[in-house]
């Protein structure tokens, strides 16, 4: 069964950076897709940055030049570094498999504060 596994959440002050990390269970070249969400509280789940076929990258308008999505193959895992990071970036962030089928991690919060 495929699991991911989020960490590197926390709390930041605006301005700061965070790398967001998540462990695959299996290869990470099985997923066609990878990706990052996050969910701010009272709002709907949006994609933050997607990964496709190992190095096609999209990223919301919000984030486009403060955020990067990588992958390691040696390590499984896909990445989200988030530089100059902002109130509004608060949310938990889910990280997402695509294999036929959605797999979602449980999420991992990020805080900043001003």
């Known amino acids: 069964q495929v699991q991911l596994v989020e960490s590197g959440g926390g709390l930041v002050q605006a301005g700061g950076s965070l790398r967001l990390s998540c462990a695959a269970s299996?290869?990470?070249?099985?997923?066609?897709?990878l990706a990052w969400y996050r969910q701010a509280t009272g709002k709907q789940r949006e994609l933050v940055a997607r990964?496709?076929?190992?190095?096609?990258?999209n990223y919301a308008d919000s984030v486009k030049g403060r955020f990067t999505i990588s992958i390691s193959s040696a390590a499984n895992t896909v990445y989200l570094q988030m530089s100059s990071l902002r109130v509004e970036d608060t949310a938990i962030y889910y990280c997402?498999?695509?294999?036929?089928?959605?797999?979602w991690g449980r999420g991992t919060q990020v805080t900043v504060s001003s």
């Open positions: 299996g290869s990470i070249f099985s997923f066609n897709a």
């Open positions: 997402n498999g695509e294999a036929g089928s959605a797999y």
């Open positions: 990964i496709l076929g190992g190095s096609r990258r």
